[in-house]
Nanobody
Framework: VQLQASGGGVVQAGGSLKLTCAAS????????LGWFRQVPGKEREFVIA????????YYVDSMKGRFTISRDIAKNTVDLTMNSLQPEDTAVYFC????????????????WGQGTLVTVSS
């Protein structure tokens, strides 16, 4: 499975951005796709995830209401829509696919994209 994350950029505080993760190589429809973010020098942080089979989503409480995730099975893409962005949301955002769902949405993921940088200016 190859993952390509795109859509990062610079946005002002309070603005919105949509990231897209495109999967290729084989079908991922039975797996889970998650978004993570990482600030240099800090640990990678779970952001949100979605079961590609049924659309069930997993949120971090602090981001619920600002971040939403959606899937397009036909296009093999997952979008992360981020609203009301704040400077503390600045990070490199990664998408990843989890094939072993029993690990849970915050557990081990098997395939990772290269990351896309989101910068929120104050």
């Amino acid at each position: 499975v190859q993952l390509q994350a795109s859509g990062g950029g610079v946005v002002q505080a309070g603005g919105s951005l949509k990231l897209t993760c495109a999967a290729s190589g084989r079908s991922v429809n039975n797996y889970r796709l998650g978004w993570f973010r990482q600030v240099p020098g800090k640990e990678r942080e779970f952001v949100i995830a979605i079961n590609l089979s049924d659309g069930f989503t997993y949120y971090v409480d602090s981001m619920k209401g600002r971040f939403t995730i959606s899937r397009d099975i036909a296009k093999n893409t997952v979008d992360l829509t981020m609203n009301s962005l704040q400077p503390e949301d600045t990070a490199v955002y990664f998408c990843a696919v989890q094939t072993r769902l029993f690990f849970g949405a915050r557990g081990q993921y098997d395939y990772w994209g290269q990351g896309t940088l989101v910068t929120v200016s104050s």
